[in-house]
């Protein structure tokens, strides 16, 4: 696919549209193209290297098998993130994010084993030896222990990357990160501050259609790279004889 065509559906997807000049970072003035009305608009051409940079970065996860967190948790795409992650088996937050999930790891790791631990019981049937109002109770942990831990259940160790949408959204997550020097790919509109993100991606983070076309383009390119990940082979070691 030419970058004429990426443009164009970037385009039909609403990418290029960001929000207000009085709501822009300074640091991604580079990428704005002008404005229509009170809406600034980006220069989806620049968007298309910064995208393209980002995609061969994100093959080469899929090649080596690296573990890519994906993060978003506002309500009007949280469900892209969370099914995206979830096609390739990635870990994901797709709720708020609770502070200490990469830096306070073997606390959040106490809950993960609590969630792990309760939906066994309950699988089992080992929590009807409770009352029905200690099972309701139960019940209402497990369902929000589900909710903002469920995604990283089989994250083990600490990702290789992190993947946002609206790194000003996520900026705790974005900050725990970078203090773990874990690089980060970011879907950015106008109003987010993009310095010290390795990957930004700067365009409509809050569309729906803008989001998914995003999205969809990363999980496309680790797939891609996961195809193409190198074999190694076990050469028979014959002994050299000399004559």
Not at 47 to 70: M, N, P, Q, Y
Not at 189 to 196: A, H, L, P, V
Request: aromatic share 6%.
């Amino acid at each position: 696919m030419d970058k004429k065509e990426i443009i164009d559906q970037m385009f039909k997807a609403g990418a290029h549209f960001g929000y207000s000049k009085r709501r822009r970072h300074s640091s991604v003035r580079p990428y704005i193209f002008g404005a229509k009305g009170q809406v600034e608009i980006f220069d989806l051409e620049k968007t298309s290297i910064l995208l393209e940079e980002a995609l061969a970065f994100v093959a080469d996860l899929g090649r080596t098998g690296k573990t890519v967190l994906f993060v978003g948790n506002k309500p009007e795409i949280k469900d892209i993130v969370k099914l995206a992650a979830e096609k390739i088996d990635a870990p994901y937050v797709a709720e708020r994010w609770i502070g200490g999930t990469l830096t306070n790891s073997s606390e959040i790791k106490k809950r993960v084993n609590r969630l792990v631990h309760l939906k066994s019981e309950r699988g089992k049937g080992g929590l009807e030896v409770y009352t029905k109002k200690e099972r309701g109770q139960l019940d209402k942990e497990i369902s929000d222990l589900e909710r903002f831990f469920g995604g990283i259940v089989e994250m083990s160790e600490a990702p290789k990357v992190m993947f946002v949408v609206d790194s000003r959204e996520e900026n705790i997550a974005v900050l725990e990160a970078r203090k773990l020097h874990i690089p980060v790919i970011s879907l950015s509109s106008s109003d987010c501050d993009i310095r010290g993100i390795e990957h930004p991606i700067i365009g409509n983070d809050a569309n729906r259609a803008s989001v998914k076309f995003f999205v969809d383009k990363v999980i496309s390119a680790y797939e891609d790279g996961k195809k193409n990940k190198p074999v190694i082979e076990e050469v028979e070691k014959k002994e050299v004889v000399r004559v």
